[in-house]
């Protein structure tokens, strides 16, 4: 009984520890630098492997994953089938990852505020904003900042 018991827990902590070691993908608008420093910022913290894609037609990779145009920044990452598109503070990503709330397909950082994760700026103010999550219960805020 004690191994079967031991054997279904492994089988349930497989998953997770097998999304836990997935590689990142980000695609990026073509020679982007901020996008290099957020992508520093994702290996760090979240100690994954990043794979970095100039990506010149990344409009439909938004359009596929029901991004809003609105929340359009300069680079979209997928992390454990979730998107998240520009400057989202990997904190932000962690408790999402963490929760998988149901119907949400992401977080998105509209534009690129200063300040935010991978657009810090040396003696620049930090620019107040939210980080929206999406999908099929519609846009919401997640965190501000």
Request: charged share 20%.
């Amino acid at each position: 009984m004690k191994t079967r018991l031991t054997v279904a827990l492994l089988f349930f902590a497989m998953p997770s520890v097998a999304l836990a070691a997935s590689d990142v993908v980000i695609h990026r608008d073509p020679g982007c630098g901020c996008c290099e420093k957020w992508a520093q910022a994702v290996r760090a913290k979240l100690g994954r492997k990043v794979l970095m894609r100039d990506d010149a037609s990344r409009g439909e990779l938004q359009q596929k994953a029901g991004i809003p145009r609105t929340l359009a920044s300069c680079h979209s990452a997928i992390i454990d089938g979730y998107l998240f598109e520009g400057h989202v503070p990997i904190a932000d990503m962690k408790r999402l990852l963490a929760a998988r709330p149901a119907g949400i397909k992401g977080l998105a950082v509209a534009g690129m505020p200063l300040g935010s994760e991978g657009m810090e700026v040396a003696g620049a103010a930090r620019q107040p904003y939210s980080v929206i999550s999406f999908g099929s219960p519609g846009q919401r805020i997640f965190a501000r900042h």
